[in-house]
């Protein structure tokens, strides 16, 4: 695909970006990090980091932020680039140009299991060794891969896309345009048991679990059911791998949870939150929205709005970078301090 083509394309789904670029027109025949980068490939330069590149990299055409001194360069060296205020996504829109996820042709497979008492929508693809039981009902264009296990009572929205092997338990409704990964299992038992002096009596989870619209759930991840109530996921959230969701939890909209985060039951988190990896939140804590917790921060207690924490127990992560920068000069200060305990010993 010629580089002038692939902007024709880029225009119609860039909105919100401020576009520019050169009149060079390489033939493009993939899409590659700017430090791997061959003769006919598109890359990206976001910030300072990898500004250097410009001038080292092999590709034909970049995509450049808004920066007349980096389009100099790259045009001094007879690179083809397009300029716009998010370089990260036009090159997450030029990957899709490129490239599409698997999905197979609406079918049922012959191995499938499916209870009789289950309403499939339109343009529907089951694989091998699928089980649905009793009371499932499957939206249009939903792609359901190999071996997934599908309990009673579930209902699945248009357009959602369930991978090999995950699990998918009662009482769970998944919205539209959902991805659930490999591995992962939605609406698994919450881990409940009450102590007494014999030990541990099983508290039953008979809440439900909600996925809206657009959530995705990665590989090996589990969103537990609550005893009563519901554990609910918002609109367009995303999931990593390898994350606890407990029981009862409530995550609002936009948000983003890394690899490892794990959520206590009945935490509470706001819209457009982002935890980084192995974040910790204690249970019943409320986290306000548009919260950033950098990795392995541990939430013990409600945060504000807004806020960006790091450290554990959490605090603000400007604090956290100056206790760091503290903490890695004990060695000297203490040395300092032993010195001065001598000289206070020899005063009159």
């Excluded at 299992?185 to 541990?200: D, L, Q």
């Excluded at 924490?309 to 959490?314: D, V």
Aim: glycine share 12%; aromatic share 6%; net charge neutral.
């Amino acid at each position: 695909m010629q580089f002038q083509q692939i902007i024709i394309k880029l225009g119609q789904v860039a909105k919100n970006n401020s576009l520019n670029h050169n009149q060079l027109n390489p033939q493009i025949t993939g899409i590659t990090a700017i430090d791997e980068a061959a003769a006919g490939t598109l890359s990206y330069v976001e910030g300072g980091k990898f500004a250097k590149m410009i001038a080292e990299t092999k590709a034909d055409a970049l995509i450049l932020p808004l920066d007349e001194t980096w389009q100099t360069q790259a045009s001094a060296k007879g690179i083809a680039w397009i300029a716009t205020a998010q370089p990260r996504l036009l090159f997450a829109q030029a990957i899709a140009l490129f490239y599409q996820p698997f999905k197979p042709s609406s079918s049922i497979h012959s191995t499938a299991v499916i209870d009789f008492n289950t309403k499939i929508g339109q343009d529907v693809y089951i694989g091998a060794n699928v089980v649905i039981y009793s009371g499932v009902t499957i939206g249009d264009r939903v792609c359901i891969h190999p071996n997934v296990v599908i309990y009673p009572d579930v209902s699945i929205g248009s357009d959602t896309t369930l991978h090999a092997n995950c699990t998918i338990h009662e009482r769970t409704s998944i919205g539209s345009g959902c991805v659930i990964h490999s591995g992962a299992a939605i609406g698994s038992e919450g881990f409940g048991f009450v102590p007494t002096p014999t030990g541990w009596y099983k508290m039953e989870q008979s809440g439900c679990t909600v996925l809206e619209d657009g959530v995705e759930v990665g590989c090996n991840s589990a969103v537990d059911r609550p005893a009563v109530g519901e554990t609910m996921i918002g609109r367009n959230t995303k999931i990593d791998n390898l994350v606890q969701i407990g029981h009862g939890c409530k995550i609002g909209r936009n948000c983003a949870l890394a690899s490892q985060v794990g959520l206590a039951g009945g935490a509470i988190i706001g819209n457009g939150v982002m935890l980084g990896g192995q974040v910790g939140v204690a249970n019943q804590v409320t986290v306000g929205d548009r919260v950033i917790a950098t990795g392995k921060t541990g939430i013990t207690g409600n945060v504000a709005a807004g806020e960006m924490i790091s450290g554990m127990p959490y605090m603000p992560s400007k604090l956290y970078r100056k206790l760091f920068v503290m903490y890695k000069r004990l060695p000297e200060m203490y040395q300092i301090y032993k010195e001065l305990k001598q000289q206070a010993k020899k005063l009159p």
